[in-house]
C-alpha cells in the first residue's frame, strides 16, 4: 500500500515568507509526527498528534509555527514568517498508534526547505 | 534534558566484517530504545526495537544490546555489505516521543 508522502519535496522561499508543508498519512494511522532535521543533526522533534486528543506541541521551537491535521488524516505544517534557520528537511512520520510511542513510525520523504 | 549521542564521526568497515554503532543515553532512562535507518534523501526506516527488559534482540544479520548500567545500546550488523552503507539512528522513548541521536554513517568498502 502507499506509504507516507509529503509535498513539496522541495521549497525555496524568501526570508519573511510564509509556508504550508503537507503530509498524507498511512491511511488508518492515528498518530501523525512532525520532526525536522538540519545538515548533520538529529531528528527534533515538533508536534504529534494522536487520534482526536489535543496535539503535544511541545517541540515547536517558535509561535511562528502550527500545525493542523484536518478528520484525522492529512496534516499541514505552518511556518509564518520565515527565517534562514528554519532552512532544514522537514520530516513526518504516521503509525498506527496503537502502542503510544514505541509503536513503529513510517516516515515520508520529506520537505527540503531552503530560506533565501 | 534528555539526551541520545551517537558517534558523529563515520565508521568505515571492510565488507564481510561486523559493524558496531554506539548509542548513549543521558538524563532520562527510555523503557525502549529503536533503530532506524536513513538513506540521503530519504525518511528514516525502522529497523529494530528493544524494550529495557531485554538484554539483546536480533533480526537476521542485526543485532542490538541495552545495558541500563552503562546506559548505552550496541547495533551490530555482521557480514556487512556495501547495501548496509547509510546513516544509522538510534532513537529512545521519552515522555512526549522519540528523542533521537544525530545518527552515525556507516561506510562498508567492497
Known amino acids: 500500500g502507499a506509504g507516507v508522502s509529503q509535498s513539496p519535496s522541495n521549497k525555496v522561499t524568501e526570508k519573511g515568507k510564509d509556508v504550508e508543508l503537507r503530509c498524507d498519512p498511512i491511511?488508518?494511522?492515528?498518530?501523525l509526527y512532525w520532526y525536522r532535521q538540519s545538515l548533520g543533526q538529529g531528528l527534533e522533534f515538533l508536534i504529534y498528534?494522536?487520534?482526536?486528543?489535543?496535539?503535544?506541541k511541545s517541540g515547536l521551537p517558535s509561535d511562528r509555527f502550527s500545525a493542523e491535521r484536518t478528520g484525522g488524516s492529512v496534516s499541514t505544517l505552518t511556518i509564518q514568517r520565515t527565517q534562514q534557520e528554519d532552512s532544514a528537511v522537514y520530516l513526518c512520520?504516521?503509525?498506527?498508534?496503537?502502542?503510544?510511542?514505541?509503536?513503529?513510525?513510517?516516515f515520508g520523504p520529506g520537505t527540503r526547505l531552503t530560506v533565501l | 534534558s534528555q539526551k541520545i549521542e551517537q558517534n558523529s564521526e563515520a565508521l568505515n568497515i571492510q565488507e564481510g566484517k561486523t559493524a558496531t554503532l554506539t548509542c548513549n543515553y543521558t538524563?532520562?532512562?527510555?523503557?525502549?530504545l529503536q533503530w532506524y535507518r536513513q538513506d540521503p534523501g530519504r525518511g528514516p526506516v525502522f529497523l529494530l526495537l528493544?524494550?529495557?527488559?531485554?538484554k539483546e534482540k536480533r533480526k537476521e544479520r542485526l543485532k542490538v544490546t541495552f545495558d541500563t548500567t552503562l546506559k548505552q545500546s550496541l547495533f551490530h550488523i555482521t557480514a556487512s555489505q556495501p547495501a548496509d552503507s547509510a546513516t544509522y539512528l538510534c532513537?529512545?522513548?521519552?515522555?512526549?516521543?522519540?528523542?533521537f541521536g544525530s545518527g552515525t554513517r556507516l561506510q562498508v568498502q567492497p
Open positions: 528493544i524494550r529495557e527488559n531485554e
Open positions: 512520520a504516521s503509525s498506527p498508534g496503537l502502542a503510544g510511542h514505541t509503536d513503529t513510525q513510517y
Open positions: 538524563n532520562y532512562s527510555p523503557a525502549y
Open positions: 491511511s488508518g494511522h492515528t498518530a
Open positions: 532513537g529512545g522513548t521519552g515522555r512526549r516521543a522519540l528523542t
Open positions: 498528534f494522536q487520534g482526536n486528543s489535543a496535539p503535544d
